[in-house]
T-cell receptor, first 112, second 115 residues
Framework: QKEVEQNSGPLSVPEGAIASLNCTYSDRGSQSFFWYRQYSGKSPELIMSIYSNGDKEDGRFTAQLNKASQYVSLLIRDSQPSDSATYLCAVVFNNAGNMLTFGGGTRLMVKP | DTEVTQTPKHLVMGMTNKKSLKCEQHMGHRAMYWYKQKAKKPPELMFVYSYEKLSINESVPSRFSPECPNSSLLNLHLHALQPEDSALYLC??????????????FGPGTRLLVL
């Protein structure tokens, strides 16, 4: 069974702090990794995609991928109350075409 | 422009009704997807269309019937639904070239309530 695991949270951080969201996946051959943000009652919005080992930065967001450890993370620097949402990790498993398998999501709360 | 549109935003239907959900994209994408999302759960894939052909059906009950009239449009026809089918229905699209490295862009969703 191919799985994507996330801590459901809530992860509570103070405003201005770094939020660290983690995701593990079961298929070592996975090739594509995505972070989506979903506000309550809204649809998922792409934050980052990452395909190679290492870090990828976009503004306040950094995605980190370690394929050997089957681990992908999202760091949010200078967290803002508007970052409060559920963050979904999605993985394309090997030989799965473009099918996304989502983790259960981590709820982030940024307190003013 | 990475916009996927969906209509209606909200839908209330009885178990004997027939209704349709619509999805449209003008990004030239050739892969389109239907997902179902229950509260506090991640999206679950229902159907995938690739180049207007149904390529994946994730064992969805026949009361859900997808249709892809052209490369920009995707419909989901609903008939004889059950209250447990109440959920947020999400449409997504991606380039459709394959290779497993495509980003899927989601529409705003249709909130469906079955009474």
């Amino acid at each position: 069974q191919k799985e994507v695991e996330q801590n459901s949270g809530p992860l509570s951080v103070p405003e201005g702090a770094i939020a660290s969201l983690n995701c593990t996946y079961s298929d070592r051959g996975s090739q594509s990794f995505f972070w989506y943000r979903q506000y309550s009652g809204k649809s998922p919005e792409l934050i980052m995609s990452i395909y190679s080992n290492g870090d990828k930065e976009d503004g306040r967001f950094t995605a980190q991928l370690n394929k050997a450890s089957q681990y992908v993370s999202l760091l949010i620097r200078d967290s803002q109350p508007s970052d409060s949402a559920t963050y979904l990790c999605a993985v394309v498993f090997n030989n799965a075409g473009n099918m996304l398998t989502f983790g259960g999501g981590t709820r982030l709360m940024v307190k003013p | 422009d990475t916009e996927v549109t969906q209509t209606p935003k909200h839908l209330v239907m009885g178990m004997t009704n027939k209704k349709s959900l619509k999805c449209e994209q003008h990004m030239g994408h050739r892969a389109m997807y239907w997902y179902k999302q229950k509260a506090k759960k991640p999206p679950e894939l229902m159907f995938v269309y690739s180049y207007e052909k149904l390529s994946i059906n994730e064992s969805v009950p026949s009361r859900f019937s997808p249709e892809c009239p052209n490369s920009s449009l995707l419909n989901l026809h609903l008939h004889a639904l059950q209250p447990e089918d109440s959920a947020l229905y999400l449409c997504a699209s991606s380039q459709g070239r394959g290779g497993g490295m495509e980003t899927q862009y989601f529409g705003p969703g249709t909130r469906l309530l079955v009474l």
